[in-house]
């Protein structure tokens, strides 16, 4: 929060001593409604000064863009591609009613002309992972199979079942809704529907022996009778009903504890590429595993590292992990390690993998939480210290400060584990070029803060923005407040306000020219004593820095005809009208964010060479800095003020 003092002094207009005189005769007939009163007048009078070209100027200024109603989505997921469009993902928006009807919504927006496009969505891609690929497409992988059903609502016992096939000559497609009865004479229904392929029969070459090895396919069951009635703590083997003959015998379910306890969401296998240029999804292979919450990290081959989830029976994958090939579409696997969903995993240089400790909260407390480097050719992990409030990193924000060459990385804010009221204003830096890199306090945020959204921006600073200081902004604690982290200084500098709140479910990215956008939001109650049902938030605000405000922005730096691609330890020459203005050039990889974890965005520092007309810019030749695909391409000032981005693309 700006205090307004802060404000450049002004003298007031005729305009507003009348407002003033107005007000003052309000507040004698209004009588015992004094505080309405002066609420108006202060706003009116906090309107006018963030309106004021000295006040943009400072601390810049928020708009809030109109959307038509038929596209006002649910924004949980945010990418931007390199057309420019920004992808906006809901799958079913965490509206259980949409996921019950099978209505899964995307929406395509172009800030550039403030237009909308809807785009067929052909799973509930909620809650999924997505990096970008280096052709420009963007890998979604993951979403919902089934929604979360908690305390009272949890009517009918359940559990997990290994529906095992011992034919090794077919498949079995077993539909949602199918009777498994135990020994006892318990029944319990399927609900997802299965495929169980066929069992592995070997012959030894030598012996000829023949061994069959059963297939094997998990599925989340509830009992067919209400409350205690299905509960069990006793393993058993499932019959399937209505199966009978050879299939009866080669066909049956293991299953465990079936329980009264929460039941979570789950997760499904599928991929897609998302075609900018098409604007469509392209189903790719599925993954090995469902996942629900995961992360996926881009690698310096192109390749993309899937991490986390929940799976289809709504336990956390126990750390088995997955590789996507772009090149041939095949998942392979990857090095085995277990963390808690949607970790931040960024990729460092020399190709490393960097756990912030930053996650989204499925998980136990005291299991996969710890930061620290991942090496995956060794499948090692070495844990970093120095982070106070460790205890407290659940929801927190984390990102590769820029430039990337520096290896810094930094934490804002979070809290403890679940539902807990507990936050955290800590933010911490840690340097990865050190012998022993650990963590070191940076400075502290206003209050407690979860759900923060961190955006690079092209001049080397970080718009920091949104949060509530509560779970899910309980107790009307979504923080209006935004301000700037230089990492040069280590310090935070005042931002305009937002005026819309951001939580659980928000989002915000960089645009190409310049600004940022921010989505979504939330909240799980509607009022501060938490007894009316939240709503989610379906507007988009746009931040305008300082950069880009007045004469400043009018006379930005300009990028004209360059080439569109560049290799690794490339060159680029770029014309341009006013080369000597030209300070400094940044690569910059565009977002693709969900639940304050955004692995994708970088800002890598290019060589600069001013010619006649002209600027050349060399791009580092390390791929796991700068990893393949589009990025934009900003120019800055001597003030830091940027160009707008030029695409380009920097291959394999």
């Excluded at 080397?460 to 779970?471: A, I, N, P, Q, W």
């Amino acid at each position: 929060m700006i205090p307004l003092s802060h404000a450049a002094p002004h003298r007031p207009r005729r305009s507003l001593k009348k407002t003033a005189t107005a007000v003052g005769v309000g507040l004698l007939l209004a009588g015992l409604n004094v505080p309405a009163v002066l609420g108006f007048a202060e706003d009116r009078l906090h309107d006018y000064r963030v309106s004021q070209p000295e006040y943009r100027a400072r601390y810049g200024s928020w708009e809030v863009v109109e959307v038509p109603e038929e596209y006002q989505t649910r924004a949980i997921h945010a990418a931007l591609l390199h057309t420019g469009e920004v992808l906006l993902i809901a799958g079913s928006g965490n509206d259980e009613e949409a996921f019950d009807s099978g209505t899964f919504d995307t929406v395509l927006w172009d800030p550039e002309d403030n237009t909308f496009t809807t785009v067929p969505t052909p799973e509930d891609l909620f809650c999924a992972g997505h990096a970008q690929l280096p052709d420009g497409r963007l890998l979604v992988a993951g979403g919902t199979l089934r929604y979360e059903v908690l305390g009272d609502d949890v009517t009918h016992a359940g559990g997990p079942v290994l529906l095992k096939n011992e034919d090794p000559d077919r498949r079995h497609q077993l539909p949602k809704g199918t009777r498994l009865r135990a020994p006892d004479g318990r029944e319990y229904v399927t609900e997802a529907d299965v495929t169980v392929p066929a069992a592995v029969k070997r012959t030894d070459p030598d012996t000829g022996e023949v061994t069959v090895t059963a297939s094997e396919e998990r599925v989340f069951v509830t009992a067919v009778e209400e409350g205690r009635a299905g509960v069990t703590t006793k393993p058993a083997q499932y019959r399937i009903v209505g199966l009978g003959g050879r299939d009866a015998r080669n066909l049956y379910g293991m299953g465990g504890e079936m329980t009264l306890d929460d039941q979570d969401f789950q997760g499904i296998d599928v991929a897609y590429e998302f075609d900018a240029e098409a604007r469509a999804y392209v189903p790719v292979p599925p993954m090995r595993e469902a996942r629900w919450y995961p992360t996926l990290t881009a690698l310096p081959d192109g390749r993309v590292l899937t991490v986390s989830g929940l799976d289809e029976v709504g336990e956390v994958v126990p750390g088995v992990n997955e590789i996507y090939d772009p090149e041939t579409r095949t998942w392979s696997e990857g090095p085995e390690r277990y963390f808690p969903t949607y970790p931040a995993l960024f990729l460092t240089q020399g190709g490393d993998i960097f756990y912030t400790g930053s996650n989204a909260g499925y998980g136990p407390a005291d299991e996969g939480r710890e930061p620290g480097i991942w090496d995956l050719t060794t499948n090692t992990f070495t844990p970093v210290g120095g982070l106070t409030d460790a205890d407290q990193l659940e929801t927190s924000a984390s990102l590769l400060l820029p430039p990337a060459q520096d290896q810094r990385f930094m934490v804002l804010g979070g809290g403890g584990v679940g539902e807990t009221s507990r936050s955290t204003g800590r933010t911490a830096v840690i340097d990865l070029t050190e012998d022993e890199p650990r963590y070191r306090e940076g400075p502290t945020l206003p209050q407690g803060t979860r759900y923060l959204n961190a955006v690079i921006l092209p001049d080397d600073t970080v718009l920091t923005t949104g949060g509530s200081e509560d779970y899910r902004g309980r107790g009307d604690s979504d923080i209006l407040a935004a301000q700037f982290y230089d990492p040069r200084t280590n310090a935070f500098t005042p931002a305009a306000d937002p005026t819309v709140g951001r939580n659980y479910h928000a989002a915000a990215l960089l645009l190409p020219d310049g600004r940022v956008a921010t989505f979504g939001s939330d909240p799980l109650f509607g009022d501060e004593a938490n007894t009316t049902e939240g709503e989610f938030e379906r507007r988009v605000e746009v931040f305008t820095p300082p950069y880009l405000q007045g004469e400043r922005g009018e006379r930005r730096p300009e990028l004209g005809r360059g080439p569109s691609h560049v290799e690794p330890g490339g060159e680029a020459t770029f014309a341009t009208r006013h080369p000597e203005r030209i300070e400094s050039a940044r690569l910059m990889r565009p977002s693709a964010v969900t639940h304050t974890t955004d692995v994708e965005q970088r800002s890598v520092r290019l060589g600069v060479t001013r010619g006649e007309g002209e600027v050349t810019l060399s791009v580092p030749d390390d791929p796991s800095l700068v990893p393949p695909g589009w990025y934009m391409l900003f120019v800055t000032d001597g003030e830091g003020t940027p160009s707008e981005a030029v695409w380009v693309q920097v291959r394999v």
